[in-house]
Nanobody
Framework: EVQLVESGGGLVQVGGSLRLSCAASGFTWDDYAKGWFRQAPGKEREGLSC????????YYSDSVKGRFTISTDDTKNTVYLQMNNLKPDDTAVYYC??????????????WGQGTQVTVSS
């Protein structure tokens, strides 16, 4: 059983930083791609970033490129999202997800419960 638990969300000021964590279990770590998504009120879910398990390649949406960084700690089966220079538009519920395939493109199969990030103006 795949289990993903996000943490690290909270209230931050514009320009601040936050580091989200996603503790994972129940799958072969090196076989699955890991990604981060978010959903703001009244908006559709937005893909933000992904790290491939095949070669470690990372991908970012235009909205977060240059500000957010995805990384993993393979000894802890944990994926992180370092969020810098936060903007009010970054306010959303953030989700980590796992795709049962090494590469990032395609449908994600397992999701965490989400963690709220609120950026005050």
């Amino acid at each position: 059983e795949v289990q993903l638990v996000e943490s690290g969300g909270g209230l931050v000021q514009v320009g601040g930083s936050l580091r989200l964590s996603c503790a994972a279990s129940g799958f072969t770590w090196d076989d699955y791609a890991k990604g981060w998504f978010r959903q703001a009120p009244g908006k559709e879910r937005e893909g933000l970033s992904c790290i491939s398990s095949s070669d470690g390649s990372t991908y970012y949406s235009d909205s977060v490129k240059g500000r957010f960084t995805i990384s993993t700690d393979d000894t802890k089966n944990t994926v992180y999202l370092q969020m810098n220079n936060l903007k009010p538009d970054d306010t959303a519920v953030y989700y980590c997800a796992v795709r049962t395939w090494p590469d990032c493109a395609g449908e994600y199969d397992h999701w965490g419960q989400g963690t709220q990030v609120t950026v005050s103006s």
